[in-house]
């Protein structure tokens, strides 16, 4: 077929064949001019696709391919001036194919949609095909729902003015649409939902808007087509109504409705319209897509591109411009595949060439899609609300007035021109932005998002999760403006750029074949052929100037290898037996072709010009026509020759027996009969003796051939029986060993995630502990205050009972004037006695009711008193049960302890026990030394080694002792400070060990290096049973190791449960805050008897106010008045002293409810000190764990180092050469591996390494470590390759592991302590001066000696700072969400959040208001997180100080610029809490010992903001004082919240005005940032200072863990 004439089946046939020779992806790129055929050639092509791979499968996929042209035409294409079935979208099709190359499935992707075309079309041009369809099909049944009418009634159908093709029937197109439709696969609810959609569509356009006047719209309740576009799509008839001619405009502090005329409106209404119809569109395409998707794995794909044609209209729009932007593309990448590779790679093979001009039309694509291009320009303007297309347009012609392809018109000012590839196109900037922006009312989303037919409402449900932005939920007070108005949606154009760079992008990655397609003629006629018109177009598409360069170029080509493959059928025996192929092809060609100008050589090819590779192919050809005739030529004579000898043969058999029969019958006679028959019988009597003979020794071989097989075959039998027995047991054993090492592994596993679980969760109590230990100490103060209250207010009773005595004292006198003075009046007064004793009376009835009043009322107090005391002791008893249950609690803890000390017990009898038998060997080996003494004289100088390894055996000893003991101390210790407050002495000298057992007994190393003397003999048959009793012992003792640390998992159990005693504290705290809130009442009934107390003072001055009127009457009567007075004060004064000995046992109770407070508060110091105790006891324990490993690889190293000097005395007994023993090797601290293992040690100690690993948890930088081993091996066998080559393996794993975990702060940590430590050993290592000074010898000896890693050193540097900044960045996110709660809104200091500033208006709480609360010990959690992983993984101080300082300057930016924007948050009582959230932060870091990180300093501007929220802001001293202290703060920001400053309540003032201009003048002076928000990206810089490790390298053993066997220690 590629021989005919240009034909689609021919292209498709090609991209087929190269698909399955090369097993490449291929595509095939139909382009033209609009009405060209693009269309039908895709269609074809995918037809033939169909037709040569079918499956014949069930599934039908090539036929479901084929169905979806049909659909995808009926919505995507429509009738233009040029094309009346031009596609008004691109479209990308994949067609995807197994192995076998059969169609499996396909995969659509479509490009920008003409939406405009829904609502406008032009003159003689049509709307979506799938309109008139629908239209042509009213009369049926099914669309009878739908009301649908006339396409010349509907306004977005007869727009154009032409509503029927000729020679299209639209019903029949209805017909085969819906059959493609159940061919696909989609069913008639999905097609009646699709048809609804549609018709709506058509009604929504008829839908009436009139003009209201004053700019006002609206739309008339009883509009037929709203009813019906509401009934079809199940919205709400008024709301659309309404918000078609109305917009919603949200203000500051309102929102208002505002209405807009006529033509925004119907702007509004097509605007809708356009936006169902893209949400069908892609809907369709979705579904579509799923149904040409069929199980199985893709091998390949050819991907067909049918995308719009270059176009240029009258009236050229967006579309237009998009349009011709993506033939641009596509024509770049045509000449970028066809003319600039093609010269590149002549350049490339050094063929002379001389370069031809073609034209490039990059300048173009630059022109629009660069830097302040058109696109971004366009993208720009959308972002202003108040941009319009001429400012768009002049910024146009400002930036682009030099480009020689960018044009202004002359006749017009709302156009430009611009110089495409086929034709100079002019474009009308109206419309652009608005297409461009695609926007649309949030109200009218709203109602269709509610829609009730849940088709349509998906649509916009999407739409509202794609416009959501990531982050925290945000619920503001009031209703937020849409991101549709504000412009924050990717626009139209950016989204086209993108899709098409992705299309390039698959185009590039694939093998492209072209399709040209060339319109005959534009006024679509047949017949007719417009050569003008076909040149330029095949000018304009590159055809001509392929055609050009092809005819001056080499078309083809091949690399020597191949061309020496295929045609060494042509060389001669002297060419092939040629080493060089290169030179040979040279040979060959030179030879067959005489002409050197038909083809060059290059540096991998050979390159031919036209019609060269044919006359090749014809000599192949020819030398192989006759080598088949010469192989036909011998096979066809071989065949004939054995023909004629199988005749011969027959022939002669026949003559054979012919003569025979002859001869016969001339020779045949009766004597010669009767012999012959005798010889017969003879011959058979004799042959059956023969044969009897032979069988009898046949069958007796047999038997004994039977015999011994049969005996070999039981025996094999039995010993494959034995052996399998044998086998099974020793199975049994293996498994039996394997399975236990496995549960080990297991427990060690689950014991390590319940520590980490378990240290997680304590974690987590404590810290919810210390909340309610800050909130019960607030409650605590309170409590105080309100106790200082009452205290003063009992002061100011008695106050006033001594003015009460003061007053009786004046009486008193008055009382003795008023005696003198009656002396003298007795006898005028004589006369009135009667009446004074009748008011006598009544004074005293009234004077009796008052005091039995005041009994009843001291008799209510007493019993308040009484029930008071019966609840005192009520919760008396209370407290005693708690403290029952909480000794209880304490003794289980003390049994659990018991249950410890047991264990540990056991150890120690183990370990005891080990090294027992170890003082065994070390015995049975000193009796071996006796003997070798007689034969060695080289054991002096072992002796003395072996002195010295006592010395350190000795000083290992001394130190666990020492450790042991100190432990059992600190244990003592911390029982007592737990119990001494619930367990008796006795208790406690009965938990406490008395003895002073040892944990290890040694015996003297030097009676064992005594032993060292036996025979050489016994050595060499026990030397391999005693290494593999050292290697159990030593894995013993890792057992033992991790029971350790089991054990202190424990431990922090018993921490776990110290906390459950605070939580019972906490109880007890919260029930003594109960009953301090009797106090309350206590103090009312104070209040009511000092009310009593005023009243009985007030009537005692009434009754002597009177008696003091009447001294001048009364004589001898007022005398035993008087008596009868002072007999009441006298009990007056009874009453007096209750009520003082009532106010002191109130005084006494106040000061026992004080007592308990203090106790409460000394319990929780004491529970505070025991949990820190514990805390320094877990990590002493953790470190004596250490020690105890270090102890056992030093014993292990020991042993090896025993057994390294046996076998120099074994070598030198048989040698008997040398007199000096050969020293024992020691590590040089490098790890050796083979090249092909780098991958799996870079897989295992990088990529698959996790920083929980117990391996990472004890040696943090163990992976440097290791690596750095590596590369000095590397450096001391001098192999450049190999430590470049594993340089750069680290760097870039180390580089995959950050890019793959850029968000995991645990994993950032970890890489960057061990590339900084990494980066420290390379330089403590290097030989450098300045890094030696520290170094110890053995470290000098270890500096690496044969290359430079400068470089690495460099290159490890900036990866760290890369990690670093990701760490940080990473915790910025964490941190951000947990500030502005934190640090402004949480209110921990009482009194304050009662009160809001006046004023300001409502609004919410905080941007995080629909998240958790956060306070400020949700910082100080998330700080000391941040910290202990740090820690953890073993980072450097200097970087830890330095990540702390970038997070406190996060925090103190972040809260000073919310200070700085909020107004709410300038308050005197939130420049309060803000210093007291300060002093937290400033007691974490000193708690953590951080003072020295400066991280403090970087809160002085927020510590004086808040000092200036405080001060005093009215006279000028204060003006001065402001600009004295806050020199961290800038003018703008000093005056920002002098401005923003409100006050809470009445007490406060604003700041005046004068004030502010005070203050503004004193900073005038001074120099500084004029920024009012702080940078909250600044980074600190950050330095890697150099600290050498202590580690030593020799001494390091690499973790079975890592699973790293294949590397050797040097």
């Excluded at 009883?222 to 509401?230: R, T």
Aim: one cysteine or more; aromatic letters at 8%.
């Amino acid at each position: 077929m590629g021989d005919m004439d240009p034909h689609i089946f021919a292209v498709a046939e090609e991209a087929y064949k190269q698909m399955a020779r090369n097993h490449k992806n291929q595509s095939i790129i139909v382009s033209g001019e609009s009405g060209a055929g693009k269309t039908v050639s895709a269609r074809y092509a995918m037809r033939y696709f169909a037709v040569v791979s079918k499956s014949g499968s069930k599934t039908r996929v090539e036929d479901k391919v084929l169905a979806s042209n049909p659909i995808t035409e009926a919505i995507g294409n429509a009738k233009t001036t040029r094309n009346d079935n031009s596609s008004r979208f691109g479209k990308y099709t994949e067609i995807s194919f197994d192995r076998r190359y059969q169609i499996i499935g396909a995969n659509m992707r479509t490009y920008l949609l003409e939406k405009s075309r829904v609502v406008f079309q032009a003159d003689n041009e049509r709307n979506y095909h799938i309109f008139y369809q629908m239209c042509s099909c009213a009369h049926l049944q099914e669309f009878k729902n739908l009301r649908l009418l006339s396409a010349d009634k509907f306004r977005y159908t007869c727009m154009g003015g032409e509503i029927a093709i000729e020679g299209v029937d639209d019903e029949k197109d209805m017909e085969e649409t819906r059959r493609t439709f159940l061919l696909l696969g989609l069913k008639e609810d999905f097609q009646s939902e699709v048809f609804k959609v549609l018709a709506a569509i058509l009604h929504l356009g008829n839908v009436e808007i009139r003009n209201s006047g004053d700019g006002k719209s609206s739309v008339p309740p009883s509009d037929p087509h709203l009813a019906v576009f509401c009934e079809l799509l199940g919205a709400s008839a008024d709301g659309l109504g309404r918000w078609l001619c109305h917009r919603r405009i949200v203000l500051v502090a309102e929102t208002v409705v505002k209405p807009v005329p006529k033509e925004r409106a119907v702007n509004a209404r097509d605007a809708l319209a356009k936006q169902i119809y893209a949400h069908l569109f892609d809907c369709i395409i979705n579904r579509i897509n799923t149904a040409l998707q069929v199980p199985g794995k893709q091998h390949a794909f050819i991907g067909v591109l049918d995308i719009y044609g270059f176009e240029t209209f009258d009236i050229n729009s967006f579309e237009q411009f998009c349009i011709n932007y993506a033939n641009e593309k596509l024509q770049q990448q045509f000449n970028l595949h066809v003319f600039k590779l093609e010269q590149e790679e002549y350049m490339k093979e050094d063929i002379p060439w001389t370069l031809i001009d073609f034209y490039d039309n990059q300048p173009v694509i630059d022109l629009i899609e660069a830097k302040m291009g058109i696109l971004d320009l366009l993208d720009e303007e959308c972002l202003f609300p108040q941009g319009t297309d001429q400012s768009w347009l002049q910024k146009l012609f400002n930036y682009l007035d030099a480009n020689p392809l960018f044009e202004k018109p002359r006749l017009s000012n709302e156009a430009f021109v611009i110089q495409h590839f086929a034709d100079k196109v002019e474009y009308q900037c109206r419309g652009f932005l608005e297409k461009n922006r695609d926007t649309l009312y949030e109200e009218l989303v709203d109602i269709m998002r509610v829609s009730k037919l849940p088709f349509l409402a998906n649509f916009f449900q999407e739409e509202k999760s794609t416009v959501t932005t990531k982050g925290v939920k945000v619920r503001p007070a009031r209703p937020a403006v849409k991101p549709a108005n504000k412009q924050l949606r990717t626009s139209v154009g950016d989204k086209f750029c993108s899709s098409l760079s992705l299309l390039m992008e698959t185009l590039n990655t694939t093998t492209p074949h072209y399709v040209r397609c060339i319109k005959p003629n534009d006024e679509k006629l047949p017949f007719e052929y417009d050569s003008r018109r076909v040149v330029q177009q095949l000018r304009a598409c590159g055809v001509l100037e392929t055609i050009r360069i092809s005819a001056q170029s080499y078309p083809s080509r091949w690399t020597y290898i191949e061309f020496y493959s295929r045609y060494s059928i042509l060389m001669s025996h002297q060419e092939g037996d040629l080493s060089d192929k290169k030179q040979t092809c040279k040979n060959v060609l030179q030879r067959l072709i005489q002409d050197p100008n038909q083809y060059k050589f290059g540096r991998t090819k050979i390159f031919f010009r036209a019609g060269q590779v044919a006359y090749l192919e014809k000599l192949r050809l020819d030398r192989l026509r006759g080598a088949c005739v010469t192989i036909q030529k011998h096979v066809r004579g071989w065949s004939q020759r054995r023909k004629y000898l199988r005749m011969r043969d027959a022939a002669i058999i026949l003559q054979l027996y012919i003569r025979g029969k002859r001869t016969i019958r001339k020779t045949v006679s009766a004597a010669t009969l009767k012999q012959g028959w005798a010889a017969m019988v003879v011959q058979r009597y004799w042959k059956g003796y023969r044969m009897r003979q032979i069988f009898q020794l046949v069958r007796l071989a047999s038997i004994t051939i039977q015999a011994f097989t049969r005996g070999w075959m039981a025996r094999k039998r039995y010993k494959k029986m034995v052996e399998e027995q044998k086998a099974l047991i020793l199975q049994k054993y293996a498994r039996a060993w394997l399975a236990r090492r496995r549960f080990q592994t297991m427990r060690r596993l689950v014991l390590n995630v319940q520590l980490s679980f378990r240290v997680q969760k304590l974690r987590k109590k404590i810290e919810e502990q210390n909340k309610e230990n800050r909130g019960l100490m607030e409650r605590l103060t309170s409590l105080a205050n309100s106790h200082s209250q009452t205290v003063d207010r009992l002061q100011g009773l008695e106050a006033q009972l001594e003015k009460s005595t003061n007053q009786k004292a004046s009486l008193e006198a008055r009382e003795k004037k008023a005696k003198e003075d009656a002396s003298l009046t007795t006898a005028q007064l004589q006369r009135e006695i009667d009446a004074l004793n009748f008011e006598k009376q009544n004074l005293e009835n009234k004077f009796e009711a008052s005091t039995k009043e005041a009994k009843e009322s001291f008799d209510q107090i007493k019993r308040n008193l009484l029930d008071e005391k019966e609840y005192e002791a009520r919760l008396r008893k209370i407290a005693e049960n708690n403290i029952e249950i909480q000794r209880q609690d304490h003794e289980k803890l003390v049994e659990t302890l018991k249950e410890e000390i047991k264990r540990l017990k056991e150890e120690r009898v183990s370990l005891q026990r080990k090294m027992e038998d170890e003082g065994k060997v070390n015995s049975d080996l000193q009796e071996q030394v006796i003997q070798l003494t007689k034969h060695v004289k080289t054991i002096p100088e072992l002796r003395r080694e072996l002195n010295n390894l006592q010395n350190q055996r000795n000083n290992m000893d001394r130190k666990m002792k020492q450790q042991s003991e100190q432990a059992r101390a600190k244990m003592n210790d911390i029982t007592r400070q737990l119990l001494g407050g619930v367990v008796e002495e006795e208790v406690l000298l009965g938990l406490t060990p008395n003895d002073s057992e040892k944990i290890y007994e040694v015996e003297d190393l030097l009676a064992a290096i005594d032993g060292l003397q036996k025979a050489t003999r016994i050595l060499e048959s026990h030397q391999r049973e005693q290494k593999e009793s050292y290697e159990t012992q030593v894995e013993g003792l890792k057992l033992k190791v991790d029971h350790l640390q089991n054990e202190n998992s424990k431990l922090q159990n018993l921490f776990q449960e110290k906390s459950n005693v605070n939580e019972n504290i906490r109880q007890e705290v919260s029930r003594l805050s109960s009953e301090n809130s009797v106090l309350p009442q206590l103090k009312l009934q104070v209040s009511e008897l000092q009310r009593q107390k005023q009243e009985l003072e007030a009537h005692i001055l009434e009754q002597s106010r009177e008696l003091a009127e009447k001294t001048e009457e009364i004589t001898n009567v007022l005398q035993r008045k008087i008596k009868e007075e002072s007999s009441r004060r006298s009990h007056f004064e009874e009453k007096a002293e209750e009520l003082e000995e009532l106010k002191r046992e109130l005084q006494g109770r106040v000061e026992e409810l004080e007592e308990e407070n203090d106790h409460s508060k000394r319990q929780l110091l004491m529970e505070s000190e025991a949990k820190s105790k514990l805390r320094q006891e877990t990590s002493h324990l953790t470190a004596e764990n250490m020690d105890f490993e270090e102890q056992l690889d030093q014993k292990d190293r020991l042993i090896k180092k025993l057994q390294n000097q046996i076998k120099s005395l074994e070598t030198s007994q048989k040698a008997k050469q040398t007199s000096a023993p050969a020293m024992p090797k020691d590590y040089l601290g490098m790890l050796e591996f083979k090249r092909e293992d780098e991958s799996r040690l870079i897989q295992n100690i990088i990529l698959d390494l996790k920083p929980k690993g117990v391996v990472v948890s004890v040696i943090p930088a163990m992976p440097a470590y290791i690596l750095f081993m590596c590369v000095r091996h590397a450096d001391y066998l001098n192999d450049e390759v190999k430590l470049k080559s594993l340089m750069t393996a680290i760097i870039g794993a180390v580089k995959k592991v950050i890019t793959s975990h850029h968000k995991d702060f645990e994993m950032l940590s970890f890489w960057l302590s061990n590339t900084y430590q990494l980066l420290n050993c390379l330089k403590q290592y290097s030989g450098e001066e300045e890094f030696l000074k520290q170094n110890t010898a053995r470290q000098k000896k270890n500096c690496l000696q044969n290359f430079d890693l400068s470089e690495h050193r460099q290159i490890l540097s900036d990866l760290a700072i890369q990690i670093y900044y990701r760490f940080l960045s990473v915790i910025e996110k964490t941190l951000t969400p947990t500030i502005v709660p934190g640090m402004l809104e949480h209110e921990s200091l009482q009194g304050i959040s009662s009160m809001k500033p006046t004023g300001v208006r409502k609004r919410s709480n905080s941007i995080y208001e629909d998240s958790e609360t956060y306070t400020i010990s949700s910082i100080l959690q998330q700080l000391s997180v941040f910290h202990s992983t740090m820690s953890q993984h073993g980072m450097e101080q200097g970087l830890i100080k330095q990540a702390v300082k970038q997070m406190f300057y996060l925090v103190g930016a972040t809260t000073l610029n919310n200070i700085m924007l909020r107004k709410d948050m300038c308050s005197c009582r939130k420049g309060m809490q803000i210093r007291c959230n300060i002093s937290y932060l400033e007691e974490w870091l000193k708690e953590k010992e951080l003072q020295s990180s400066n991280a403090i300093d970087t809160l002085r501007p927020l510590s004086q903001a808040a000092w200036l929220l405080q001060v005093n802001k009215s006279t000028d001293e204060d003006a001065k004082e402001i600009t004295e202290k806050c020199p961290e703060l800038n003018p703008v920001q000093i005056v920002k919240i002098l401005n923003s400053y409100t006050p809470i309540d009445d007490f406060e003032k604003r700041v005046t005005s004068s004030f502010v201009r005070k203050v503004q003048s004193l900073l005038q002076d001074r120099d500084g940032s004029t920024q009012l928000m702080l940078d909250l990206d600044y980074r600190f810089q950050v330095t890697f200072p150099f600290c050498p490790s202590s580690q030593a390298l020799e001494l390091l053993q690499v973790p079975s863990s890592l699973h790293l066997g294949f590397l050797t220690r040097i």
